[in-house]
């Protein structure tokens, strides 16, 4: 069964950091790509960042670019959001979702979510 | 790039038909096959219900619907059902820098 469980949410002071960790099982993560969105409280689904089967195909939202870097280690079979500087628009449930291989440009499964507070 | 355009809410009766638009631009929507459609309850995670405009990955009702006519794609649910009561989503392939573009959103409400 595939499953991808977040975590590294929480409570950070404006100007902050902090790291979100997506664990992924039943599949292999080296052979899709995978992606961060995130919902801000009474807003509608935004997407974040996404990175590929390879490192040289990493996005990111105009809105958090040069602030947070999408990695991941197929080794451990995880993925990862490293979020700097932030700010109070950044609060917000962050979701880890991968990208399908058969119904292309889709997410064919989400996580749970895990939510980042940001205080001003 | 800026969200595709849904309406903020629209609602039906049980057993009732309900179109949700979403409205892009030649560099999005109009111009790739490439709509997806999610469905959101809160607190549970998305679900892909519509992919490539028109088709339904396994397990999903055949309640559920796509189409595309120029900038704009549409989720029909035919058969309103009190579980169809949720957030839904559209997306997008896009032409620039972003993979995908989300929709602003529609809630579905069953009367």
């Known amino acids: 069964e595939v499953q991808l469980v977040e975590s590294g949410g929480g409570l950070v002071k404006s100007g902050g950091s902090l790291r979100l960790s997506c664990a992924a099982s039943?599949?292999?993560?080296?052979?899709?790509?995978m992606n961060w969105v995130r919902q801000a409280p009474g807003k509608g689904l935004e997407w974040v960042s996404s990175?590929?089967?390879?490192?040289?195909?990493?996005y990111y939202a105009d809105s958090v670019k040069g602030r947070f870097t999408i990695s991941r280690d197929n080794a451990k079979n995880s993925l990862y959001l490293q979020m700097n500087s932030l700010r109070a628009e950044d609060t917000a449930v962050y979701y880890c979702?991968?990208?399908?291989?058969?119904?292309?440009?889709?997410?064919?499964?989400w996580g749970q979510g895990t939510l980042v507070t940001v205080s001003s | 790039q800026s969200a595709l355009t849904q309406p903020a809410s629209v609602s039906g009766s049980p057993g009732q038909s309900i179109t949700i638009s979403c409205t892009g631009t030649t560099s999005d929507v109009g111009g790739y096959h490439y709509v997806s459609w999610y469905q959101h309850h809160p607190d549970k995670a998305p679900k892909l219900m519509i992919y490539e405009v028109s088709n339904r990955p396994s397990g999903v009702s055949n309640r559920f619907s796509g189409s595309k006519s120029g900038n704009t794609a549409s989720l029909t649910i035919s058969g309103l059902q009190a579980e169809d009561e949720a957030d839904y989503y559209c997306?997008?392939?896009?032409?620039?820098?972003?993979?995908?573009?989300f929709g602003t959103g529609t809630k579905v409400t069953v009367l």
């Open positions: 997306t997008s392939y896009t032409s620039s820098s972003s993979p995908y573009v």
């Open positions: 039943g599949f292999t993560l080296n052979t899709y790509s």
């Open positions: 979702a991968r990208d399908s291989i058969s119904a292309r440009r889709s997410v064919d499964y």
């Open positions: 990175i590929g089967t390879t490192w040289n195909h990493i």
